[in-house]
């Protein structure tokens, strides 16, 4: 996870010590009533009938061998079968309902971690790997499942079993009993120590492997790249580098599990030795029948089997615990941007103005390094403005400042008059729209793709957005026209295909303000020139608040504001500022000699 505040770290120790994670999982339990009450009468039912199977053996050793009592036999074995019949059913009804259950909680789970995920603030994301975010939804959850479903039935159906077969042997024979139970303590101090070892091993285990997942999503992600640079070498040895970390965190896990494990089924049995040598002694003594001692020693090994197997499932239900915990974690984080509890609404009709009134603003992730520094500028309605400057002027912090990703330190973002911190970050991001210059293509369809500017959209209104865009006849030209599949992050289209696909996606939403962030910067003249008169036509009648580092894109430009070190240091048209031959007028210099001197280059 990405590093936090010395305090935050404090207080998530402290959470972790003090709360058991496995707890939080109850609310998704309570949901299930139902299933719950069928999977605990399935345990107790298939409980009770294993432990009636000692009584039918004592009965037949003491009173059944005999010629007399054939018919008692019979009977016996018939009972048996019907006994063999209702734990049949007992034991498949307990499966049916744990699993389904486990399904159930973890699919659940799952929808509210990714729900949290996409409501948290960019500020999470900033130090947060992606990989270990997927990591999290899936591996972890499947350790839950595992936990939820089987391990859980299994360890409860364990402890009743357990539980009963000591009551019985205490009915049965108390002086043998005493034996058994004092073994117990034995047993249970050493397997709740091993268990929380367990627990922090396997919380270490989780984390290495989703080091090693984020490192591979990202390597996939970028493999073109990997391989244009021959770094498969690389990228191999960093990632088995990686697993072999995993790996060795996860045998830590198991050889304390393996231990506790070794030692749990040793001293239980050993006290199940001494029973039997302690029994037979009273049977010889004739102070116990042989059924009696039959009776004992098979509750003594249904208790012996029973607490054995719970030693295993505790370390499950421990690694699932690290796994409850780390997901926890994530729903414990709060959005730095929330809606106030009583948020201004917007003015109806939309009018599209943009203040930034003195405002100051550091990343948290850097808070030394000021990104804004009393940043003031006015957009009025239906205006197009040009932010340009050098890299880490601040131009891109504006667009993040305006879509609420941040509030800024000190100053007001204010839109149509409204100060952006008292608007639900819903309302406010609905009047806007950006294209910006690394484009979001999902893999999906391009119909999806462009819709997703306004989900519900027609297949009218979502041809009528390409077309606008200059997209429609790629589009028609494309294997299933809209409805082609376009591969992970567009894979398949032209930068130039992506760029419009984004555009008819900002048309379709119809938003008053418009954002465009480098949108032609890695474009080559013919795409470029498609995109640029694609976005002629998304910006009439539109606030526009333009990025760029080719001058030659903000040249219609009403107003051009030139950023430095986060703030606004010109501001005019371009003839304006190019007659004031301050930064802006270098800055076009340079541009466009060189631009010049490129075509004479071409041209001779």
């Known amino acids: 996870m990405a590093t936090r505040e010395p305090s935050h770290l404090q207080e998530t120790e402290r959470r972790r010590r003090s709360l058991k994670p496995l707890r939080r999982i109850y609310p998704y339990m309570s949901r299930y009533r139902g299933m719950i009450a069928g999977a605990l009468f399935s345990l107790v039912l298939a409980a009770v009938t294993t432990l009636t199977l000692p009584l039918a053996v004592r009965r037949m050793i003491d009173h059944g061998f005999s010629g007399a009592n054939g018919a008692f036999i019979n009977n016996y074995f018939g009972m048996l079968v019907v006994l063999a019949a209702l734990l049949a059913l007992a034991s498949g009804g307990r499966y049916y309902f744990v699993i389904t259950l486990g399904e159930r909680i973890v699919s659940d789970l799952r929808r509210d971690v990714f729900d949290h995920l996409t409501r948290l603030s960019p500020a999470f994301f900033d130090g947060t790997q992606s990989g270990e975010i997927v990591s999290r939804l899936t591996a972890d959850t499947t350790q839950i499942k595992s936990a939820v479903g089987a391990t859980a039935s299994v360890a409860l159906r364990n402890l009743i079993l357990a539980l009963g077969a000591i009551v019985m042997m205490v009915i049965t024979s108390a002086k043998l009993s005493g034996l058994v139970i004092a073994a117990i303590p034995l047993i249970i101090i050493p397997l709740v120590a091993f268990g929380r070892s367990v627990r922090r091993r396997s919380r270490a285990a989780q984390d290495t492997l989703a080091n090693a997942t984020a490192y591979a999503s990202e390597s996939i992600v970028s493999v073109r790249t990997l391989q244009a640079f021959t770094n498969e070498n690389l990228a191999t040895t960093r990632f ?302 539109r606030t526009t608040l333009v990025i760029a580092h080719r001058l030659a894109t903000v040249l219609k430009a009403d107003r051009i504001l030139v950023m430095e070190n986060g703030r606004i240091i010109e501001e005019g048209t371009h003839q304006t500022l190019v007659k004031k031959n301050g930064i802006y007028a270098s800055l076009a210099k340079l541009q466009f000699e060189a631009g010049a001197d490129a075509f004479k280059g071409a041209a001779e």
């Open 240 to 541: 088995g580098a990686s697993v072999e970390d995993a790996f060795a965190a996860a045998r830590s896990s198991v050889k304390a599990r393996a231990i506790l494990t070794a030692f749990a089924i040793f001293m239980i049995f050993s006290s199940v030795v001494a029973v039997l040598w302690f029994g037979s002694r009273d049977v010889l003594s004739g102070a116990m029948t042989p059924g009696t001692l039959g009776q004992f020693l098979l509750y003594a090994v249904f208790a012996a089997g029973a607490l054995g197997a719970l030693s295993e499932v505790w370390g499950e239900l421990s690694q699932a615990s690290g796994a409850a915990e780390r997901l926890m974690e994530i729903l414990a984080e709060k959005p730095a941007i929330t809606a106030p509890a009583t948020p201004v609404l917007l003015p109806q009709p939309p009018l599209g103005s943009v203040h930034f009134d003195d405002v100051q603003f550091n990343y948290p992730s850097r808070p030394g390094a000021p990104a804004l520094r009393g940043l003031n500028f006015r957009i009025e309605p239906g205006e197009t403005v040009a932010i340009v400057g050098p890299s880490g002027a601040g131009k891109s912090t504006v667009f993040s400042l305006l879509l609420r990703y941040y509030d800024p330190v000190s100053g007001v973002v204010s839109v149509d008059g409204v100060d952006a911190r008292k608007v639900d970050p819903a309302d406010l991001r609905s009047r806007i729209a950006i294209v910006p210059q690394d484009t979001t293509i999902f893999a999906a369809t391009v119909r999806d793709n462009i819709a997703f500017g306004r989900p519900g959209a027609t297949k009218a209104d979502v041809e009528a957005a390409a077309k606008a865009a200059l997209a429609h006849q790629f589009i028609q030209a494309l294997e299933r026209g809209y409805d082609t599949q376009v591969g992970e992050r567009g894979i398949t289209l032209s930068g130039g295909q992506r760029q419009r696909i984004a555009i008819a996606r900002a048309i379709l939403r119809d938003a008053p303000i418009l954002l465009l962030d480098e949108a032609t910067s890695s474009l080559d003249a013919e795409s470029e020139m498609l995109v640029q008169r694609a976005l002629d036509h998304l910006m009439q009648g």
